[in-house]
């Protein structure tokens, strides 16, 4: 059974701290990796990773992608309060009848 | 340009009543996802239209079904519902089947009561 599976569940640092979310999946026929940041409702995207080993980066934000321990890292430096929210991961596979598969997420905390 | 819109934004039911969600989809998408979301199991998605046709489906009972219009706006139904539908249905459009570029609304919070 295809599955997505993010640790840790929740997360609490202080402003400034360095955090590493992690996204591990097992899929047939992966095609890519998703990042979201949910803060209310509505998850915006982050990153799509699809090859190994190059890293995507947005401020404060990266993420790479290792094919062969079929996993990923979101990292966000120098933390921001703004930065809470549960980080969602999900992955396209393209057999069965799913098309994006999601982890519960990583809700993260920054205190002030 | 608007966002994917969703209404209602939340809903009260009772066990046994059926449900109708909405979504538009931005301007030019013509590819509608539905995912339901709790606490414990997350994100699950439940279909995704593309042109008026149901492309793929996930594992969610008979009760669960949608449709898509003309003008891409689509609807989802729940029929005789269960406390556990009590959840954030959440509704994401893209370009086209094959595009990454999701973009979610902001939920319609359904609880059955």
């Known amino acids: 059974e295809d599955k997505v599976v993010q640790s840790p569940l929740s997360l609490v640092v202080h402003e400034g701290d360095t955090v590493t979310l992690n996204c591990s999946y097992e899929?047939?026929?992966?095609?890519?990796l998703l990042w979201y940041k949910q803060e209310k409702k509505a998850p915006t995207f982050l990153f799509m990773l699809?090859?190994?080993?190059i890293e995507k980066k947005s401020g404060r934000l990266s993420s790479i992608l290792d094919k062969k321990e079929l996993s990923s890292i979101l990292n966000i430096t120098a933390t921001q309060t703004g930065d809470s929210a549960i980080y969602l991961c999900a992955v396209e596979a393209t057999s069965g009848t799913y098309k994006y598969i999601f982890g519960t997420g990583t809700r993260l905390k920054v205190l002030a | 340009k608007a966002g994917v819109t969703q209404t209602p934004r939340y809903l009260i039911k009772t066990r046994g009543q059926q449900v109708t969600l909405s979504c538009s989809p931005i301007?030019?998408?013509?590819?509608v996802s539905w995912y339901q979301q709790t606490p414990g199991q997350g994100l699950q998605f439940l279909f995704e239209?593309?042109?008026?046709?149901?492309?793929n489906k996930g594992n969610f009972p008979g009760r669960f079904s949608g449709r898509q219009f003309s003008n891409s706006r689509s609807e989802m139904n729940v029929s005789t519902l269960e406390l556990g539908d009590s959840a954030l249905y959440l509704c994401?459009?893209?370009?086209?089947?094959?595009?990454?570029?999701?973009?979610f609304g902001s939920g319609t919070r359904l609880t059955v009561v």
């Open positions: 899929v047939t026929n992966f095609r890519s």
């Open positions: 699809t090859s190994s080993g």
């Open positions: 994401a459009s893209s370009l086209s089947v094959s595009n990454y570029g999701y973009t």
């Open positions: 301007s030019g998408h013509r590819s």
């Open positions: 239209y593309f042109s008026e046709t149901q492309r």
